[in-house]
């Protein structure tokens, strides 16, 4: 699920709230991915030729190099995702953390 997300995330910008509007669309990444290579997003040339840029090999290939770097890769999914950022207006769908990733259960001040 993961690679689906970075996938989305190397297509349309980290802060990018088409993410959070096309999920909203197509309730999963792997749906929003689906729905680009099947030409069924609805989401206008502009955001088709971004997706066009980048293959799900890509996103694939990037998770694996940052695993070997170190860096844990949680998407907005995951136990580990802070509550309070997943409840904001237009939280990221990844979070890149190098270090301990447990912490992020911990109350938090950013």
């Given at each position: 699920?993961?690679?689906?997300?970075?996938?989305?995330?190397?297509?349309?910008?980290?802060?990018?709230?088409?993410?959070?509007?096309?999920?909203?669309?197509?309730?999963?990444?792997?749906?929003?991915?689906?729905?680009f290579k099947?030409?069924?997003?609805?989401?206008?040339?502009?955001?088709?030729?971004?997706?066009?840029?980048?293959?799900?090999?890509?996103?694939?290939?990037?998770?694996?190099?940052?695993?070997?770097?170190?860096?844990?890769?949680?998407?907005?999914?995951?136990?580990?995702?802070?509550?309070?950022?997943?409840?904001?207006?237009?939280?990221?769908?990844l979070l890149?953390?190098?270090?301990?990733?447990?912490?992020?259960?911990?109350?938090?001040?950013?």
């Amino acid at each position: 699920m993961k690679k689906y997300y970075l996938w989305l995330v190397m297509c349309l910008g980290a802060g990018s709230r088409d993410i959070n509007e096309l999920l909203s669309r197509f309730e999963t990444p792997e749906g929003v991915y689906d729905a680009f290579k099947e030409n069924r997003s609805g989401a206008g040339r502009e955001l088709n030729e971004k997706a066009e840029k980048y293959t799900l090999k890509e996103a694939e290939k990037l998770l694996s190099e940052l695993n070997m770097s170190g860096i844990t890769v949680i998407s907005i999914d995951d136990s580990l995702y802070p509550e309070a950022l997943r409840d904001t207006e237009n939280p990221p769908c990844l979070l890149f953390v190098r270090g301990n990733a447990g912490l992020l259960k911990n109350k938090l001040l950013t």
